[in-house]
Every structure is written in C-alpha cells, then in structure tokens.
C-alpha cells in the first residue's frame, strides 16, 4: 500500500527559512498537498500542487516536487513564531483521488 | 461560521458502548469524508460520500463501524461495542467536486470528536 514518510521534527530560528521533507511510494497522477495542522484545531491546506509541475511558489511557501525520487518539500521562507505547528503532506492513493494518505506529519518549533 | 462542524467535540465513553458522532458539512459541499488521527500520526481515512452514497470504504472501518449521509448533508459515525483501540480524534472533511471536473481535491476539515473509550 501506500506509504508516506516525514521526519517528526524540525526546529528553526525565527526569521530562517525551514524545509520539511516527504517521500512516498506510489500516487496518483494528480495533485499533492501540504496541510497544516495547530493545536486544537483542524487541518488547514496551506498549498498543493500538481504531478506535472516542478515547482509552485506562493508568497512565503515553496513547494519542490521530485517525481522521479517521489519526494516533495515545502520551503516556509522567513519562518514567523505563529508558523509553529504540525505539517503534514498528503499523497492520492493510486486509483482514488479522493482517498488521501497522510504522512506522520512533521512538528515545526519556531525558537525567537 | 461556514466551516464543517462536528459534535460532539469530546466523547469519553465505558468499553462495550455504541458512541455516534455527527458531521456538518459546508453547505455547498457534495463530498464528505472520515478520517482518523490517533497520537503521534497523520489522519488515515476510513470512508467517503459523494452525495448521499458511500462510494469507498477501508479496511480499517470494521464491521462495528457504520457511517451514513442520509440526505447528502450532515453524515454520522456510529461505532458500536467500543474497544479501546477505537479512542482517537475522528476528523470529518467535505469538498465541491464536478463529476467531470479535474481531480484537484480540496479538503476541508473540521476540528473533530476527541474519543476516549475506558
């Protein structure tokens, strides 16, 4: 099956830039996503991008995708202290777009 | 607030009790998933509406778990005779898709029902 790996934690000082990494076995040929997820509240999609694309920037985040080493990275330029939180990148599972396979997330500790 | 709602937000129940949760969707939204996220981990999926249907179903939804979406609205988790391995957080999410449209999936998620099973 699918599986979708993150490193557990990454710390940064602020005002850094932070990359969290993310493998994964097999997907969909559609999109991939990065969701963000703060104490006590849902999961938000910070941004995504399609299969076919390297590269997509917006504002503060970058998304790298590899396809050939199946490995996606979300650069946060200018890491703020509310950028604190669990970040998770999520795979469509081959054959359904709409089943989404999460990694473990990764938890992002801004230090002043 | 617009957003998807779930209650009841935290549910301690006694092994061997039957718990049901409720998830309001975004009004507008036809498609309308289950999650679950225990500790330490990314939520993993358990089943998904596309309107009133249950179109798929994973492994991990036993037979004491029973979801449904009678009107293609609000949808409920039912989980009966609890074990303690069901406590976790269950996270419900919606999207709008077109049939035909491109496969860009947008998920909104809801800030899910804490379950504690003693």
């Known amino acids: 099956g699918e599986d979708v790996e993150q490193s557990l934690f990454l710390s940064v000082r602020e005002g850094d830039s932070s990359v969290i990494n993310c493998t994964y076995t097999?997907?969909?040929?559609?999109?991939l996503y990065w969701y963000k997820q703060e104490p006590g509240a849902g999961l938000q999609l910070l941004t995504y991008i399609f299969s076919n694309m390297d590269m997509k920037q917006d504002q503060r985040l970058t998304v790298l995708l590899n396809k050939k080493d199946k490995h996606l990275s979300l650069r946060i330029a200018d890491t703020q202290t509310g950028d604190s939180a669990i970040y998770f990148c999520a795979v469509p599972r081959p054959g359904s777009a709409r089943q989404l396979t999460f990694g473990s997330g990764t938890q992002l500790t801004v230090l002043p | 607030d617009t957003g998807v709602s779930q209650n009841p937000r935290h549910k301690i129940t006694k092994r061997g009790q039957n718990v049901t949760f409720r998830c309001d969707p975004i009004s507008e939204h036809n498609r309308l998933y289950w999650y679950r996220q225990t500790l330490g981990q990314g939520p993993e999926f358990l089943t998904y509406f596309q309107n009133e249907a249950q179109l798929e179903k994973s492994r991990l939804l036993s037979d004491r778990f029973s979801a449904e979406r009678p009107k293609g609205s609000f949808s409920t988790l039912e989980i009966q005779r609890t074990e303690q391995g069901d406590s976790a957080m269950y996270l419900c999410?919606?999207?709008?898709?077109?049939?035909?449209?491109?496969?860009?999936?947008?998920?909104?998620f809801g800030p899910g029902t804490r379950l504690t099973v003693l």
């Open positions: 999410a919606s999207s709008f898709s077109l049939a035909s449209g491109r496969k860009y999936n947008e998920q909104f």
């Open positions: 097999d997907s969909s040929s559609t999109y």
